[in-house]
């Protein structure tokens, strides 16, 4: 049964029919005496909550009435309601045991998605069948650790459901494989997965990129554009970087995020979006909502389940297995002979810090290979291309330079400070004296992979 709180008749009278249209049983009361009264004697499946049940718009009483359910019925999920103005009366049912919330009007699609969603992950149970993560399609995921199981189970539990999940971890660990994994292991594994590299998407060309635009919307628009929002309709969505978005497109983001619903830029009229939502960044979101730069709205919205990846020093065990993974992929690509590794060379290769992670692992292990020419690899060839973080870090020498073009000397500098940097993109943004974002333009226009 689903328990709707709302004062107003209308309200309950619309969501009654919506929720009994779509196979629940209800239950709607106007205020929090009737809906204590219920929930001390009933477990609901859910509760539909508004924040306000008198001409007050503070939200106290809404808030009041969510603590008091959550003594009776902690384990039941609450989604509030509120006005798009008063969504922080949101954000503080939220940290206060909210499941999550809506705002009025509300999207029928969207409410339902959320609510299917609560049901969906608050009686999933905690542990999985182990066939069930047995069965877990887990493409090009190496490992074998305790560490990464739990996340695999985790992505086991969660895949099925719509709910958005935000994956959090240091640089280079893998964070765009899990939300692939999150994906085809979901309902909507043969509807598109759209990769967004929000980081590398200015302030100007957000909103065309993100919602497309109609030809003659603006200037330089020769031609209609598909926006990536519409691109995902039916799939999933994954907004990388989402840490470097700026706080003006915040908004924009939330608003779609929210409604499911955008406009094209040029053509007022809305198009509905019907996607799931995976973000990931390696940034501390949560100082940066306490200093006030990144929406503390946005943040709820897109992290209903969060999964940390653990950095590749502690899951030291799956260092043999990704170094023979990475070496029998190079030796496909050249088309070289299979190489083997020494047990002092995986010996090293375990005790190595790898600030990088598993991407400065993929590059040693590349490098190595192709400088040594050798099929039988051991410690010291690793050692001799192994960059330690203490060594100098130098540009390319002015006889290096000689007959390359301004490209190739800027090519030759961001790979150099790439490999200095073990792929850390802040820190090698940072050494070239450059912005994030005009690193990955930079990035794109020399096709280089970060």
């Not at 280079?172 to 590398?200: C, D, W, Y």
């Not at 999933?236 to 830029?265: A, H, N």
Request: some cysteine; proline content about 4%; glycine content about 6%.
């Amino acid at each position: 049964m689903i328990l709707i709180i709302d004062d107003d008749s209308a309200v309950r009278s619309s969501l009654t029919f919506m929720l009994k249209r779509a196979g629940y049983q209800t239950e709607a009361v106007s205020g929090p005496r009737e809906a204590v009264d219920i929930v001390r004697s009933v477990a609901p499946a859910l509760i539909l909550m508004d924040m306000n049940f008198t001409l007050s718009t503070t939200g106290e009483e809404g808030l009041t009435l969510l603590k008091q359910v959550k003594i009776f019925r902690p384990e039941v999920p609450v989604i509030l309601m509120t006005a798009w103005g008063s969504i922080q009366l949101a954000v503080q049912g939220m940290q206060a045991g909210a499941f999550d919330f809506i705002t009025k009007p509300w999207n029928n699609a969207a409410l339902l998605q959320r609510i299917e969603t609560a049901i969906d992950l608050t009686s999933a149970p905690a542990e999985i069948p182990e066939e069930q993560s047995s069965t877990l399609n887990r493409r090009h995921i190496i490992g074998k650790s305790q560490a990464l199981t739990e996340v695999l189970n985790t992505v086991a539990r969660i895949a099925r459901t719509n709910a958005s999940v935000l994956i959090t971890g240091e640089s280079g660990t893998g964070k765009e494989l899990i939300a692939e994994a999150i994906h085809i292991n979901s309902q909507r594994a043969k509807q598109p997965f759209v990769k967004v590299n929000l980081g590398g998407i200015s302030q100007s060309l957000f909103e065309s990129e993100m919602f497309g635009h109609k030809k003659g919307a603006f200037t330089d628009a020769t031609s209609d554009r598909t926006g990536r929002f519409e691109m995902a309709n039916k799939g999933t969505i994954f907004l990388d970087e989402i840490g470097d978005l700026d706080p003006s497109c915040q908004v924009k983001l939330l608003r779609v995020l929210q409604d499911q619903t955008f406009e094209v830029l040029g053509d007022s009229r809305p198009r509905k979006t019907d996607i799931r939502v995976v973000s990931a960044t390696n940034a501390d979101l949560p100082k940066m909502v306490s200093e006030r730069t990144f929406r503390e709205d946005l943040f709820y919205r897109i992290n209903l389940i969060t999964v940390k990846l653990p950095p590749l020093r502690e899951r030291r065990e799956d260092i043999p297995l990704l170094a023979r993974h990475f070496a029998d992929k190079q030796a496909e690509i050249n088309r070289l002979p299979r190489s083997e590794f020494s047990s002092d060379a995986l010996q090293f290769l375990s005790r190595l810090p790898f600030p990088g992670n598993i991407r400065e692992l993929k590059n040693l292990v590349e490098r190595t290979i192709l400088v040594s020419g050798k099929t039988v690899l051991d410690a010291s060839d690793f050692d001799m291309q192994y960059l330690r973080s203490d060594e100098p870090y130098h540009i390319a020498s002015n006889a290096s330079l000689t007959g390359m073009t301004l490209d190739e000397i800027e090519r030759q500098t961001i790979l150099q400070a790439l490999e200095r940097y073990k792929g850390n993109l802040s820190q090698v943004a940072t050494a070239l004296g450059i912005s994030r974002a005009a690193l990955y333009r930079r990035l794109d226009k020399h096709n280089i992979e970060e």
